[in-house]
């Protein structure tokens, strides 16, 4: 049976010992996050991110605006907090509302304040190897991998989903690790196939149950970044299960991928602070 990578029990340590850092360090880190709309997942997401700023103690506000909003609106409030040398990081939850370019909102926040990790620049210097601020899943996931002793170095990673969200920077993070990735998508040819090759398996395709035992080398590393609602349950991507009984490390729904990344937001929230007030690390 697989070892269950227990992404709850990893990001409470993780928010444990960050608290301790930013009551050390002498600074305020504050979070700004930016709502647009009334989507009732994107409220109950950002709630929790600012309960998780309340535990390590991390200042936030919450900008709330309406979902008729304009783009000029959201960037203009996006300027405003880029301009507040209070606000040491900036999310703007998504999904943003039909009609709002979410290319020019993400490009509007300061490099400096991208705690999401999202921004042009943010993704650039990621792909070059030098990341600033990772995408908070993605590095969430490299964070518990460690943990767990799991090193992608040299193993053959498949990532199943290219979204700028999770996929791409996944495959960024995973390449910088000295891992082989092969990226798949809707358009890959035998995907189960390649998926079989995986040494480590990251499924981030958004179907519940896709990734199905059939799809699984034996001994291999599943992360399930999946959060689907089916039958008032959360599930992920992968049948876990039977994927369990094949794999030889695995991710549960709820409690792997998803604590993790609100966990990751905090630290690079207290690292925005520190760049902020003492320029970049060495």
Not at 52 to 66: D, F, K, M, Q, W
Not at 133 to 161: H, K, N, Q, W
Not at 276 to 282: F, K, R, T, V, Y
Request: charged fraction near 20%; proline fraction near 7%; charge should be negative.
């Amino acid at each position: 049976m697989a070892t269950i990578l227990d992404g709850k029990a990893v990001s409470e340590k993780r928010l444990d010992l960050l608290r301790e850092s930013i009551d050390e360090s002498g600074l305020a880190p504050r979070l700004a996050t930016v709502l647009v709309g009334d989507d009732p997942a994107s409220a109950l997401y950002v709630r929790m991110k600012h309960q998780a700023c309340e535990r390590v103690h991390i200042g936030s506000i919450n900008v709330t605006l309406p979902g008729d909003a304009r783009t000029d609106q959201v960037v203009g409030t996006v300027n405003r907090l880029n301009e507040d040398p209070e606000i040491s990081g900036i999310l703007v939850q998504l999904p943003l509302p039909r009609g709002i370019d979410r290319d020019a909102v993400i490009q509007a926040v300061a490099t400096e304040k991208d705690v999401d990790g999202f921004s042009p620049v943010s993704m650039g210097l990621l792909v070059a190897g030098r990341p600033v601020f990772s995408p908070c899943t993605p590095a969430g996931i490299m964070t518990l991998l460690a943990e767990y002793g799991i090193d992608p170095a040299g193993r053959r990673a498949v990532v199943i989903g290219r979204s700028i969200d999770v996929g791409r920077p996944m495959a960024a993070l995973l390449l910088n690790a000295d891992a082989t990735v092969t990226v798949c998508h809707s358009r890959t040819r035998d995907l189960a196939g390649v998926t079989r090759e995986a040494e480590l398996l990251v499924a981030a395709v958004g179907r519940p149950r896709f990734v199905t035992a059939g799809m699984v080398r034996e001994g291999a590393v599943v992360v399930d970044v999946g959060t689907n609602r089916v039958d008032g349950r959360l599930v992920g991507d992968v049948d876990y299960a039977p994927v369990a009984e094949r794999a030889s490390a695995i991710t549960p729904v709820p409690g792997g991928v998803g604590p993790m990344t609100i966990a990751t937001l905090m630290e690079n929230t207290f690292a925005a602070a520190r760049y902020q007030a003492c320029g970049p690390s060495p």
